[in-house]
């Protein structure tokens, strides 16, 4: 079993910064792409970041140049560094990861989600 746990959200003010994590524990093999999305109320989920083994990156256009996505491969865990945030970054942010378990399966897990909320 795989699990994926964020960490990290929390109430901030418009401009202000929030890091988050994701770390990913279990029956894990290798981890090929991790990524961030988000889901805002009323809406559906979206990309924010996402990032490769060796470390190629894309984004979502909204959050290019404010947000950076990270890993850390030997800890199995993701950070987003989310700088000048926006009332309209506002949403549950979810860590994703594409991975192979130590059993040879390849799946895509999701974390619990944390919030984010960004006051104007």
């Known amino acids: 079993q795989v699990q994926l746990v964020e960490s990290g959200g929390g109430l901030v003010q418009a401009g202000g910064s929030l890091r988050l994590s994701c770390a990913a524990s279990?029956?894990?093999?290798?981890?090929?792409?991790m990524g961030w999305y988000r889901q805002a109320p009323g809406k559906q989920r979206e990309l924010v970041a996402r990032i490769s083994t060796t470390g190629r990156t894309n984004y979502a256009d909204s959050v290019k140049g404010r947000f950076t996505i990270s890993r850390d491969n030997a800890k199995n865990t993701v950070y987003l560094q989310m700088n000048s945030l926006k009332p309209e970054d506002t949403a549950v942010y979810y860590c994703n990861a594409d991975l192979w378990t130590a059993t040879y399966a390849y799946n895509n897990y999701w974390g619990q989600g944390t919030q984010v909320t960004v006051s104007s």
């Open positions: 279990g029956n894990i093999g290798s981890i090929t792409v």
